[in-house]
Nanobody
């Protein structure tokens, strides 16, 4: 079992930056795929960024890649999502997930953290 806890959300003004954290209850930086998703009101959950335990990153599209950065800190069992130049349309609940290949590709989810971008 892995528990994931997100933090770092809140109310932010447009143009500012924010870093979300996802901390796992145990070591996850082996045979794993770490992801950040978001779900805006009335919309489906969408994948934003992916980080593998081997260090590979991937983003939903070039527009996301321009403002979002996924990274990890293995000694802290934590991975992050840096969001720059926040826009009102970034308002959503942000979720992290971890897929563990060692557990038959089981996916664990965090509870979500609210990000609201407003002046």
């Amino acid at each position: 079992q892995v528990q994931l806890v997100e933090s770092g959300g809140g109310l932010v003004q447009p143009g500012r930056s924010l870093r979300l954290s996802c901390t796992a209850s145990r070591y996850i930086f082996t045979q794993s795929v770490m992801r950040w998703y978001r779900q805006a009101p009335g919309k489906q959950r969408e994948l934003i960024a992916t980080l593998t335990s081997s260090g590979t990153t991937d983003y939903a599209d070039s527009a996301v890649e321009a403002r979002f950065t996924i990274s990890g800190d293995s000694p802290k069992n934590t991975f992050y999502l840096q969001i720059d130049n926040l826009k009102p349309e970034d308002t959503a609940v942000y979720y992290c997930s971890v897929l563990l290949r060692s557990e038959g590709r089981r996916t664990y989810w965090g509870q979500g953290t609210q990000v609201t971008v407003s002046s």
